[in-house]
């Protein structure tokens, strides 16, 4: 079983793509002061551009001076669309870097392609919402010449966030920019997010807490477009399509990428309670008044359990669950207001009725025979316990007991896991099969014809919208394809009015 561990282990921290910097005689990073003087007079053609963009790279935080006679050169101080000077902690031209394991997009235009980076170190209260490796950023950046004044010529400096402006001037010309390099700075920091698909399933306590990365500064009027991973994953399983997405114009100006991570080792009911309770608080935290367009409504793209997750974002239970778990009314039950909260969160949960569509890719709505397979039970042997899930229905039952329905005496006893709640004929996943999705959710199915993890039997739910199969195992969602399906999907009118 170890040198199985150890493959998991290796396989999980390959990272999803990295950068190979470009050798100074092959970028000609150097720049030349009389190409940087005719950018600032507004010359966009190469030469200019690769001179500003090392120009900015040394001073865009109050580096060494390269100073050019004739010019007074400023910075515009930053607001919606438009990037501080000192906003990041590195800043250079996309220009420098090949990008290995991604498709490199990239889009020819006036002003210089720029990735920046900024370490998160919370200072401001919604980096709590970033991903913790860091905040990247595409950006283009402008020099806009002004008027002279006793003979020297006034210049502004814009970073121009590239994710909410496409276009520039007069004439509305194409920004230059470069989607992938500054993503792709972000992948390389993931080292320990890269394991922790893996290690959070063997290990009692997870190296990362569940919760959602907003990819883009927020955007009151665009879309949330939510990224739900599956089993022993991560959302390093999105880099590929978050590529993808960024590359499409119109998925730029309608939507905004969230993921989200959550560790997969307690079943999916309980990771999404969890996840319905963080997805609450961003959204107040962004838009405590609720007039935000962008909180209107929101589409989600699921893998595998995490399709589990996705759809209780859209369904109402009502007695269901509670019914088949418990012998007695949760209001007959000695709980603390804080576990009664809990269990009401838990199983009487209301739709989230902002959810205009659910992508279920690969999403085993009926179980997995794997689960129940001698594979199932070796790898529901390795799956480490949950002890927050494990320890608070073992304080409720000591306060209550014979609480639990003899088919769910195993939540007090260790033996709950993602894995064995994955089985076939397990009650709660026939239960949360069986509830239809709330009015005005469309559902999308993708899946694998060489899925030997989740059949196709089992991927689907009832008056789903579309249905499509691709020549994919159980990673549907990587097949282009899926890709163009996706694609396809995004560009529906809204499912809500």
């Not at 006679?69 to 501080?84: D, L, M, Q, R, S």
């Not at 107040?284 to 595998?304: C, E, I, N, Q, W």
């Not at 014979?402 to 007090?412: E, F, I, R």
Request: hydrophobic fraction near 40%; include cysteine; charged fraction near 25%.
């Amino acid at each position: 079983m170890k040198p199985f561990l150890v493959l998991c282990l290796f396989l999980a921290a390959c990272a999803p793509a990295r950068l190979e910097r470009l050798s100074d005689r092959n970028n000609r990073s150097s720049f030349v002061s009389t190409d940087l003087a005719r950018a600032f007079d507004g010359a966009d053609d190469e030469a200019a551009s690769r001179s500003l963009g090392k120009w900015i790279a040394r001073n865009a935080r109050g580096g060494a001076a390269d100073s050019v006679p004739g010019y007074h050169v400023t910075w515009h101080p930053g607001g919606p669309g438009i990037f501080a000077p000192d906003y990041f902690d590195r800043i250079e031209p996309a220009s420098r870097y090949e990008v290995n394991g991604l498709k490199h997009h990239r889009v020819d235009g006036i002003g210089v392609a720029l990735a920046g980076f900024r370490e998160n170190r919370g200072r401001t209260a919604v980096e709590k919402w970033y991903p913790p490796e860091g905040i990247t950023r595409a950006v283009t950046a402008v020099a806009i010449p002004g008027p002279s004044r006793n003979g020297v010529r006034s210049v502004e400096i814009r970073l121009i966030d590239r994710m909410r402006t496409e276009t520039f001037g007069k004439n509305r010309a194409t920004l230059a920019t470069d989607f992938t390099v500054p993503f792709t700075t972000l992948l390389e920091k993931t080292g320990p997010l890269q394991t922790s698909g893996f290690t959070s399933m063997v290990r009692m306590k997870s190296g990362r807490d569940p919760g959602f990365a907003l990819m883009e500064p927020y955007d009151p009027s665009r879309t949330p477009l939510i990224l739900i991973h599956g089993l022993f994953s991560t959302p390093l399983a999105w880099a590929e399509l978050t590529n993808e997405l960024w590359a499409v114009p119109a998925v730029r100006r309608r939507y905004q990428v969230w993921h989200y991570l959550y560790p997969t080792n307690p079943p999916a009911l309980y990771s999404a309670r969890v996840m319905r309770g963080q997805l609450d608080e961003l959204r107040h935290f962004l838009d405590p008044d609720g007039s935000d367009p962008a909180m209107k409504r929101s589409v989600v793209v699921s893998h595998s359990m995490g399709g589990l997750l996705a759809k209780t974002l859209a369904v109402e239970p009502k007695d269901a669950f509670w019914d088949a778990v418990f012998t007695r009314p949760l209001s007959s039950l000695d709980v603390t207001p804080a576990e009664h909260k809990t269990l009401e969160e838990a199983f009487y949960w209301k739709p989230r009725g902002n959810v205009d569509r659910i992508i279920f890719c690969s999403v085993p709505f009926r179980g997995s025979k794997l689960a129940s397979s001698w594979i199932g039970k070796v790898g529901g042997r390795l799956v480490a316990p949950s002890p927050k899930f494990q320890d608070f229905f073992r304080q409720v039952e000591k306060k209550n007991p014979g609480m639990l329905q003899p088919d769910y005496a195993s939540l007090t006893k260790g033996r709950v896991s993602s894995v064995t709640a994955l089985a076939p004929h397990q009650r709660s996943m026939e239960i949360l099969d069986q509830l239809p999705l709330t009015r005005g959710t469309s559902a999308h199915i993708i899946t694998g014809s060489m899925d030997w993890i989740v059949h196709r039997s089992s991927a689907t739910v009832a008056d789903a919208e579309s249905n499509i199969e691709v020549p994919a195992g159980h990673g549907s969602f990587h097949h282009p394809k899926a890709v163009d399906e996706i694609l396809r999907i995004l560009e529906l009118p809204d499912a809500r009015p």
